[in-house]
């Protein structure tokens, strides 16, 4: 009788012990998975965040460099028909210099004849950026190998408009690629993340 009892009450405490081992596995598995999702979810939109945070601070500097060039655009002497397209080459040449990102600064005429500051010329009337222009566009276009340079670069343009507001001419600015790839390189998202930009 007492070893019925005994045996009887070691199959209970197996029973229940095994029942409490599951109970606590499962609700341990369960509470980690909820944890998984719940902090999945907060990377998830704090990368989203973090994404556009860094897209409006490269956005702001694309900005200022055409606020740059919309000044220059509205020089007196580029829009002077008895000044020669070399003149202004030059002249533009000058102004280049004053901003450390822009390694040239170039115009181009209505047939798409680009006047480069050593008296040589390059047409870009098949360029995106010439095409969208002439009709009023500002435009900022996909790394390329830029005709003036040789280089990889950004060109950012935008339209020469003379005294009546109708578009003589394209004013173009090459970024050489270092300059985005330098702001992309500073970017660091917690201790080893990076972001990176897809073009169009």
């Known amino acids: 009788m007492n070893k019925h009892r005994f045996s009887i009450r070691i199959k209970l405490l197996v ?9 606590v596995s499962t609700l341990a598995f369960l509470s980690l998975n909820i944890s998984k999702h719940a902090v999945k979810e907060k990377v998830e939109v704090h990368l989203k965040d973090k994404a ?39 002249f533009l040449r000058s102004e280049a210099s004053f901003s450390d990102e822009i390694s040239y600064l170039s115009i181009v005429d209505m047939q798409g004849i680009l006047y480069m500051k050593d008296d040589k010329n390059v047409s870009v009337a098949d360029r995106g950026y010439f095409i969208s222009t002439k009709e009023g566009h500002d435009g900022l276009f996909d790394p390329h190998i830029c005709r003036t340079t040789g280089e990889i670069g950004i060109s ?15 004013l173009i600015a090459d970024v050489n690629i270092t300059w985005l790839m330098n702001i992309i390189k500073s970017i660091i998202i917690g201790k080893t993340g990076y972001p990176y930009i897809v073009s169009q």
């Open 15 to 23: 029973i229940f012990g095994l029942l409490l081992i599951v109970s």
């Open 52 to 90: 556009s945070e860094i897209a409006e601070s490269i956005n702001g500097n694309f900005r200022a460099i055409f606020q740059f060039i919309k000044g220059v655009a509205r020089s007196p002497i580029l829009k002077a028909e008895d000044v020669s397209w070399q003149e202004k080459a030059r």
């Open 156 to 170: 950012f343009s935008v339209p020469v408009r003379n005294d009546d507001n109708a578009i003589i001419a394209v």
